[in-house]
């Protein structure tokens, strides 16, 4: 598939994919989507519980939600376990042009190295942070059961890929969460809703980042 660089409202990447008709983040600002969603709607609320995370991520895609929950390690001295899952990996001349990062910052290295390593194995980026990808579909993939204690789930959306968005999908990632485990997404659909809570999640609708008026936040209990 082509991909083409767009230039979001807070100045940060998306990639757009012609044939999907689909963006890989929101072009209202690209980094201040992850940051509500994944970060702050869920990362923020696990912390209030322990200080020890393990993450899964459904969707690699660039990378982004990692570094910016790598920053948040370094930041708030967290020990993450991160697992995220890509079927179609960006290829090197894309991530190299990405601009979550200045060359010059210290991060830099880190978001080479999160797209560098190689996949299906573990890496130890420094004490607090413990990274594993796997290229794969969840499709085809058993997730360890009672491993995580949050999961980003950032699929393209459920209109452009509806199997990922299935009541077996996330009967799959029920299955693998924590007791007390957190589920956030930018989806606020009704199906989607309904799936969760079909397979036992508790949803709850939270205020969405800008261009959407609320999105999802489910509770394993």
Same mark, same amino acid.
């Given at each position: ?68 929950? !790598?920053?948040?390690?370094? #930041? ?5 376990? !991160? ?16 601009? !979550? ?73 029920? #299955? ?28 709850? #609708? ?16």
């Amino acid at each position: 598939m082509s991909h083409q660089f767009i230039i979001t409202e807070d100045g940060s990447h998306t990639l757009y994919l012609p044939e999907l008709n689909e963006n890989y983040h929101s072009r209202y600002g690209a980094k201040n989507e992850s940051l509500h969603v994944f970060i702050q709607s869920g990362l923020h609320e696990v912390m209030k519980l322990t200080s020890t995370i393990s993450i899964f991520e459904m969707g690699f895609g660039t990378g982004l939600n990692a570094l910016l929950t !790598y920053q948040e390690a370094q #930041k708030h001295n967290l020990k993450i376990n !991160y697992s995220t899952l890509e079927a179609f990996p960006l290829k090197d001349e894309i991530v190299s042009q990405l601009n !979550y990062t200045d060359k010059n910052d210290t991060d830099f290295k880190t978001f080479r190295m999160l797209h560098e390593f190689p996949w299906n194995k573990k890496h130890q980026i420094n004490a607090n942070f413990e990274f594993f990808k796997q290229e794969a579909s969840i499709l085809e993939l058993v997730l360890p059961e009672n491993s995580f204690d949050l999961i980003y789930f950032d699929a393209f959306g459920p209109d452009v890929q509806p199997d990922l968005w299935s009541e077996k999908v996330f009967l799959n990632i029920y #299955k693998a969460c924590k007791p007390r485990a957190i589920l956030v997404t930018y989806s606020c659909k009704g199906d989607v809703k309904r799936a969760l809570k079909s397979v036992g999640f508790s949803i709850e #609708k939270i205020p969405g980042p800008k261009g959407k008026r609320e999105m999802i936040r489910a509770v394993k209990y």
